[in-house]
C-alpha cells in the first residue's frame, strides 16, 4: 500500500507547499482559543531542500522499524494519522492522527546520541524517521506516550535518514495532545530522557532543560507598554508600543527563537474560535521566518542558507493538519 495515494478521510489537510519536515532552525509553540481549541504548530528550516510529500495512513497500516542491523520493532496502527513524510520512506515525521495527538521531530545537533542496537534490544528500536510515525499510530494522548518511554517500550538506533546527507542525522521530539498537555524527549547518552513541556515551545540545540532555565533571564519581558518614569527628576516615556519586550533577543540561534516564542504564545489575546486560533498562530510563525542568506555557513567555498520552506498549523480540536 502507498501511503501518498491514500484518501484523507477523517482528517482534513490543506496543503500549499510541501518542503522540508526537520530542519536545524524549526520553532514550534501552542495557544489555546476561548472555546478550547488547542493550536499548535511549527516553521521549517534547512540549508538544503528536502523532498517530502503528504500522506494518510490508514488504521490498521502495519510497520517494522528501521535499526542497523536490520528490521526493528513491529506495529498495526490503531490511530488514522496524517502528516509529512521524507523521500520514499512510507512514515509520517510532522503529523497528527484522528486523536488530535501530535508529535514531530526537530534538529538536535551536538547532543543527540542514540541507543546502540543489539541483539537484545533489536525488537523494540527503530529509527528516528519512524519514531513519530510510531506515536502517531498507537497514542491518543501524551500521558501514555510517556509512560510508553518511561517504560522502553522503544530505542531509537542511529540508521540514517533518508533523503538527508549520508550521516546520521540528530533529532529530538515533540508530543502535543488534544488537551493541551505537552512532552519533549531526547536521546541523550544513549537513553531517552523526557521533559513536560508546560508552556509547549520547543526549538532546537541545546536541551530543552537548559532552555527553561534560560527563559529565567528575561523575567522582566512584558506584554504592556511600561508606564512614564521619573529619572532625575526628569520625566522620560517609552519611545512607543512594544516597549515591555525590549530586549527580547531577535537573532535566529534556537536559544533565542524558544524565548521569542514563549514570549508571543504567552502574551497572544486568546481568539474566540479555532478557526482564529490558526490565523494567530500562523501570524506568530511568520515572525520566525528566515529569508534567504540571513543564517548561512560556508563548507568547502559552497554556500548553505537555512531559510523557512514552509509553516505547519495544527488544530487538535477538528483536527486539523495545515501546511
Known amino acids: 500500500m502507498n501511503l501518498k495515494k491514500q484518501t484523507l478521510g477523517l482528517i482534513a489537510i490543506a496543503v500549499t507547499s510541501l518542503g522540508l519536515s526537520t530542519a536545524s532552525a524549526c520553532t514550534g509553540c501552542q495557544i489555546t482559543t476561548?472555546?478550547?481549541?488547542?493550536?499548535?504548530?511549527?516553521?521549517?528550516?534547512?540549508?538544503?531542500?528536502i523532498d517530502t510529500s503528504a500522506a494518510f495512513v490508514p488504521r490498521g497500516y502495519k510497520f517494522t522499524g528501521m535499526t542497523t542491523m536490520g528490521e526493528g520493532k513491529t506495529w498495526t496502527a490503531k490511530y488514522a494519522s496524517v502528516g509529512m513524510t521524507i523521500a520514499d520512506y512510507d512514515v509520517i515525521v510532522d503529523g497528527m492522527n484522528e486523536k488530535g495527538l501530535v508529535c514531530a521531530n526537530f534538529y538536535f545537533p551536538g547532543f543527540a546520541k542514540y541507543t546502540v542496537t543489539t541483539k537484545e534490544n533489536q525488537s523494540i528500536s527503530m529509527s528516528t524517521t519512524d519514531m513519530v510515525q510510531w506515536i502517531l499510530s498507537m497514542?491518543?494522548?501524551?500521558?501514555?506516550?510517556?509512560?510508553?518511554?518511561?517504560?522502553?517500550?522503544?530505542?531509537?538506533?542511529?540508521?540514517?535518514?533518508?533523503?538527508?546527507p549520508p550521516k546520521v542525522q540528530p533529532f529530538h521530539f515533540i508530543v502535543y495532545d488534544a488537551t493541551g498537555k505537552s512532552i519533549v524527549f531526547e536521546p541523550i547518552d544513549g537513553k531517552l530522557k523526557i521533559y513536560d513541556n508546560p508552556i509547549g515551545v520547543i526549538t532546537n540545540s541545546p536541551t530543552f532543560d537548559w532552555h527553561m532555565t534560560n527563559l529565567r533571564n528575561y523575567i522582566t519581558l512584558g506584554n504592556t507598554t511600561p508606564d512614564p518614569k521619573k529619572v532625575l527628576g526628569m520625566k522620560l516615556e517609552p519611545l512607543g508600543q512594544g516597549a515591555g519586550m525590549l530586549g527580547l533577543p531577535g537573532d535566529f540561534t534556537p536559544p533565542s527563537r524558544f524565548v521569542?516564542?514563549?514570549?508571543?504564545?504567552s502574551s497572544t489575546i486568546p481568539a474566540k474560535t479555532a478557526k482564529g486560533g490558526v490565523m494567530q498562530m500562523f501570524h506568530i510563525l511568520n515572525s520566525f521566518d528566515i529569508p534567504v542568506g540571513a543564517a548561512r555557513t560556508v563548507e568547502e567555498g559552497k554556500i548553505f542558507s537555512d531559510y523557512t520552506m514552509l509553516t505547519v498549523v495544527r488544530d487538535t480540536k477538528k483536527p486539523t493538519f495545515l501546511l
Request: net charge negative; glycine share 6%.
Open 34 to 49: 476561548e472555546d478550547k481549541a488547542v493550536i499548535n504548530g511549527r516553521t521549517v528550516e534547512f540549508g538544503v531542500l
Open 139 to 164: 497514542f491518543d494522548n501524551v500521558d501514555d506516550v510517556k509512560k510508553a518511554l518511561e517504560n522502553n517500550e522503544v530505542a531509537l538506533s542511529p540508521v540514517l535518514t533518508p533523503g538527508f
Open 260 to 265: 521569542r516564542a514563549a514570549a508571543f504564545a
